[in-house]
């Protein structure tokens, strides 16, 4: 399955990312993932919209022949085919009743995960945490507590969003610091 990536909603802790989901040999990635990171925490579940926006078992429901070729053959489209026929080889509806369709349907948009951790601070694009920005004037990101001791990007309790925010930061508080000495 690595390799494989769709469009999807990733959902926790009241928030979501409508991005790309990657699936890799070492489990979930991508922009919806790397973004919905920040707001995990651990031991809580990560709701994943597979086809935002779409009703994709509508067209089994009113076929005359209800059975996994049909359901495989709505999902043809929406999700690359491997991995549409591997999620159905797992969540397959019990029966072919409008009931059981109607679950899988409601699977299919708040399909949830719980993430075992991430991978770390090696791998991280991203982190949170670090000095308060309460501690630092917003000016000259010079600490409140020392005269004379200036912080700037990462190290600061300051995270974006993927797409250059955090390089921004960076850039923007280094050069505030830098006009101050």
Not at 110 to 127: F, N, R
Request: proline share 4%; charged share 20%.
């Amino acid at each position: 399955m690595a390799g494989v990536s769709a469009e999807v909603i990733a959902s926790t802790n009241g928030q979501s990312f409508r991005e790309n989901m990657l699936i890799t040999h070492r489990g979930l990635s991508g922009p919806a993932i790397l973004q919905i990171s920040s707001y995990w925490e651990k031991g809580r579940a990560i709701s994943i919209d597979l086809a935002p926006g779409r009703d994709v078992l509508a067209s089994v429901s009113g076929a005359k022949i209800r059975d996994i070729s049909a359901a495989r053959s709505a999902f043809q489209g929406l999700l690359p085919k491997r991995f549409a026929t591997r999620w159905l080889e797992s969540y397959a509806p019990p029966s072919w009743s409008n009931q059981s369709l109607g679950q899988t349907e409601k699977r299919i948009h708040e399909w949830s995960l719980l993430p075992v951790d991430t991978e770390g601070y090696e791998k991280a694009e991203v982190t949170v945490g670090g000095v308060d920005t309460d501690e630092l004037s917003s000016q000259t990101m010079e600490s409140k507590k020392i005269p004379g001791l200036f912080f700037i990007g990462e190290v600061i309790d300051v995270t974006g969003h993927l797409g250059g925010h955090n390089f921004q930061w960076a850039w923007a508080s280094g050069a505030a610091a830098g006009r101050a000495l």
